[in-house]
């Protein structure tokens, strides 16, 4: 059975940081582009980052550029987000999305993304 599970989420202060997992089980995630998208409440989805199969392709949202790195372990099976210096305004559930296919150049827009895991919530507070 295809799944995708979110670790890593919690509270932490201003300029924290955190890193978020993305394991993958019934599948692997070699030839696939995988994508970290988030939510906050009364907002709506918004694409983070994204990368190739290889990892040769990445993309970042303005808001998050300079301050995520997106990283992934195929060996592992798992996708990383590395947050560093967070802010309040990064505060939402966020999730890790696989597309059916490799993207050359990916791009994080939820549409192209096929599965999807429950989400790990980040909470940014003092």
């Known amino acids: 059975q295809l799944q995708l599970v979110e670790s890593g989420g919690g509270l932490v202060q201003p300029g924290g940081s955190l890193r978020l997992s993305c394991a993958a089980s019934?599948?692997?995630?070699?030839?696939?582009?995988t994508a970290w998208f988030r939510q906050a409440p009364g907002k709506e989805r918004e694409g983070v980052s994204c990368?190739?199969?290889?990892?040769?392709?990445?993309n970042y949202a303005d808001s998050v550029k300079g301050r995520f790195t997106i990283s992934r372990d195929n060996a592992k099976n798992t996708v990383y987000l590395q947050m560093n210096s967070l802010k309040p305004e990064d505060t939402a559930v966020y999730y890790c999305?696989?597309?059916?296919?490799?993207?050359?150049?990916?791009?994080?827009?939820?549409?192209?993304?096929?599965?999807w895991g429950q989400g790990t919530q980040v909470t940014v507070s003092s």
């Open positions: 990368i190739s199969s290889s990892g040769g392709s990445t």
């Open positions: 019934g599948f692997t995630l070699d030839y696939y582009a």
């Open positions: 999305a696989v597309a059916a296919r490799d993207y050359d150049v990916c791009s994080p827009v939820s549409s192209l993304y096929d599965y």
